[in-house]
């Protein structure tokens, strides 16, 4: 490994040493709450029957590593002083960010409380349109777009307690912002000499969408986090056909 | 069980196996799938087992056993197909491969490079299988003597050693990769007394976290944040003729996949440990027994064949504590591990005792799969490589939206899926410091089995430790233990060389006398 990049590691190993110190230590001051010698559902308690016995070896032996590590990189960082440090670039940091809020603005905001179709036909084309196309401006612009939405979303699932109608409303609101997200977004490409990629991510999100849902609600009979307007009309739409084919 | 009864039931396992449609089209199909995860970077076996696990949740045991080691023993094989054509690994189990595969099609026999891998991996795994048949009886009978002392000790090694030898930069960090996942397997209430244990009062975390979802985190969601945020892209691909399983050459390498072979089952029985270091320790074993290691690394079949019979003996290695101990071999068995507890079997000492057919059924559903494994690879192979050509950025998103329903689906809670994120985004930082994921993983796995045996140890013994050193296996253990943490400190390279210094004392007091 190059010393540049041993550098940045062993930064990186002083943070998470830091870390890994304050959380075991979090650890054993918690584990102390645990019933340590009185009587807990009607057993008594001895130090080895205890459950905080296993939760304070591990923390303990967590804080021994973690200040061995904390030593370790505090004499490498000392002994080579003179090594400068790189950093990663913008363009990767972007895409970090950006990645992390497709996935976390998906589990968090949309699948709670968004049609899974919906979420994921709007998620597919979003993240594959972003990193198919591999342009910053469109990616930043993305990014903006998505990470708004999924907020307001947050703030909705968390500040209001909507009923079914109130769901279903939003669900429609999704669909005209998914038509909406589709439409700008070749404005975008087009301007961007993108159309190819935004062709390719449309069609990709539809037919994963159109087949995994199915197979996964009609075929296994796994329930799908969110089932709203068109989850509940697929199924209604097995029913109808399941009806028909029994001649009823 | 005599041997015959053994080979009834393994007949009778492989005719109704055989005798079901629907059975021979999830084998050809789950070995299909693992071969093209296995062939798309980024994407690894332990992952496709954790989503798979989902879809099966619904079949009877038989046939979802099928559809994972189908999957499993495809996926090990399916990484060299990249290495051998793009010169970029799958899975890090082909990373070895690529060395004389890659070289090898730039001659123009990608054919044959596939050809001897599809063959080197079909009888890697089948000697992972019997010896799997035979030592698995063995050790389990030996198991049923140890208690808790030994339970406790044990899911200690195995943290211990997966932490020591899959650690790429300090050992310390594979120690504390461990240490987080024991910490994380204390969440929920305690196995004994039902306290809750860093609940802070959430009704989500009284079960503790599944392990399904935080496998599915620790394993997806860093590989498709790595993929994309440093665009990895894939090499030119080399054309590639006829695929043939050349025997002539296998033969004469019968020596070379032998000693591959045991290289591949031992390393696969530690726990732990996976199939990317039988690769390389058995690549390494054969250049250096070879009588022309110069040629390796230039297209040398020797190589493609002993990494490629190492990996997939791995499997069998690997499922020897499994399913005699309780404790994953390597990082796919241990989601294993989580599939068949899914489905009600719990592996351990006592599954000889109260399933003895247990053993001999997965040994004919093995069998299958890498019969499988071989029709897929020798027939289907042009399809699987077409697979290629598709853009990480198009089959990532799709892969982390199945991580999502994958993560759900088990146990229908959106609160699995916010874990899976983030483990996921904290597998990812340790991943970037170059911490090991698998001792992580272990860690949560073995974590209550080490926690209630240790009080379960202790309560025996009322408290004393005594026991500990007064037991043959324990201190046997024990010892392995101190002997891991003594050779990874500073003193050990200082006893060392004071050993070497006495040593050639003697030797010069000895001449001079």
């Known amino acids: 490994m190059q010393s540049e990049e041993l550098m940045v590691l062993r930064r990186a190993d002083i943070k998470t040493a830091v870390v890994i110190i304050i959380l075991s230590l979090l650890m054993i001051f918690e584990s102390a709450s645990f019933p340590l010698t009185d009587s807990y559902a009607g057993i008594q308690n001895v130090w080895y029957v205890s459950p905080a016995l296993f939760p304070v070896l591990t923390a303990s032996i967590l804080l021994i590593c973690g200040v061995g590590l904390l030593i370790k990189g505090l004499v490498f960082v000392r002994e080579h002083s003179d090594v400068p440090v790189v950093n990663k670039s913008r363009e990767s940091r972007g895409r970090f960010f950006l990645l992390i809020s497709l996935i976390a603005g998906m589990v968090f905001s949309w699948v709670p409380l968004i049609d899974f179709a919906l979420s994921s036909f709007i998620f597919l084309f979003v993240f594959i349109l972003a990193f198919y196309s591999d342009n910053p401006l469109l990616q930043k612009k993305i990014f903006v777009f998505w990470t708004a939405i999924s907020v307001s979303l947050l703030v909705i699932y968390h500040g209001f307690n909507l009923d079914e109608d109130q769901r279903a409303l939003l669900d429609w609101l999704i669909v005209a912002i998914g038509i909406s997200i589709v439409v700008i977004s070749r404005t975008w490409s087009t301007k961007l000499n993108l159309l190819k990629a935004w062709k390719t991510s449309w069609k990709t999100a539809l037919i994963v969408t159109v087949v995994m849902c199915p197979i996964f609600r009609l075929g296994m009979l796994v329930p799908l986090p969110t089932e709203g307007i068109v989850i509940e009309k697929m199924v209604d739409v097995k029913y109808i056909v399941r009806d028909m084919w029994r001649g009823k | ?513």
């Open chain 2, 1 to 513: 069980m005599d041997i015959l009864s053994s080979f009834s039931v393994f007949g009778s396992t492989l005719f109704s196996l055989l005798s079901s449609p629907l059975n021979i089209f999830l084998l050809i199909s789950a070995s299909f799938f693992g071969i093209i995860f296995g062939a798309l970077p980024g994407l690894t076996a332990t992952l496709g087992v954790a989503l798979l696990t989902t879809l099966t949740y619904g079949m009877d045991v038989n046939s979802a056993l099928v559809a994972l080691l189908g999957l499993y023993v495809g996926a090990i094989y399916g990484g060299s197909y990249p290495a051998i054509l793009i010169n970029i690994p799958g899975t890090a189990a082909a990373a070895a491969t690529a060395l004389d595969g890659y070289p090898l099609a730039c001659k123009g026999q990608g054919g044959r490079a596939l050809g001897l891998t599809t063959t080197a991996s079909l009888i890697g795994t089948l000697m992972g299988i019997f010896v799997l048949v035979m030592a698995a009886p063995l050790v389990a009978k030996m198991a049923l003597q140890f208690t808790s002392f030994e339970f406790f000790l044990l899911a200690l090694f195995g943290i211990l050693i997966s932490g020591t030898l899959t650690s790429s930069d300090l050992v310390i960090k594979g120690w504390i990769a461990g240490l987080i996942g024991l910490a994380i397997s204390t969440i929920g209430r305690d196995p004994l007394q039902f306290f809750p244990r860093f609940t802070f009062d959430m009704p989500d975390l009284d079960q503790g976290l599944e392990v399904v979802p935080v496998l599915i985190g620790a394993f997806g969601i860093p590989q498709v944040i790595k993929a994309l945020r440093n665009k990895e892209s894939l090499g030119e691909m080399q054309e590639f003729g006829r695929i043939m399983p050349e025997w002539s050459t296998l033969v004469k390498n019968i020596k070379n996949i032998t000693r591959s072979s045991m290289i591949g089952i031992g390393i696969g029985a530690v726990p732990g440990i996976g199939e990317d270091i039988a690769g390389w320790v058995s690549y390494g074993a054969a250049k250096n027994t070879s009588k022309h290691p110069e040629t390796f690394g230039t297209g040398e079949p020797e190589g493609i064949i002993a990494s490629e019979t190492a990996n997939n003996a791995c499997i069998g290695g690997a499922l020897i504590p499994l399913l005699t101990l309780g404790i994953p071999g390597s990082p796919p068995a241990a989601m294993l591990l989580g599939a068949l507890m899914l489905h009600g079997i719990t592996p351990g000492p006592m599954i000889v005792v109260q399933n003895p057919d247990f053993l001999i059924e997965v040994t004919a559903i093995l069998v299958l799969c890498s019969i499988a494994m071989w029709i897929n690879g020798m027939f289907l192979a042009k399809q699987v490589v077409k697979v290629l050509s598709i853009p990480a950025p198009i089959f990532l998103p799709v892969v982390t939206l199945l991580c999502v329903i994958g993560s759900y689906a088990l146990g229908l809670n959106i609160f699995n899926l916010y874990m899976m994120v983030l483990v996921g985004i904290v597998a990812y930082y340790l991943t970037k410091m170059k911490y090991p994921i698998s001792p992580l993983v272990i860690g949560v796995i073995l974590g209550p089995m080490a926690d209630e045996n240790l009080r379960r140890a202790l309560m025996v013994s009322e408290g004393s430790l005594l026991p500990f050193i007064e037991r043959p296996v324990s201190i046997l253990l024990l010892l392995v233990i101190v002997l891991i943490l003594l050779s990874k400190t500073p003193f050990n390279k200082k006893f060392k060389s004071i050993l070497f210094f006495c040593l050639k004392q003697l030797k010069s007091n000895k001449r001079k006398g």
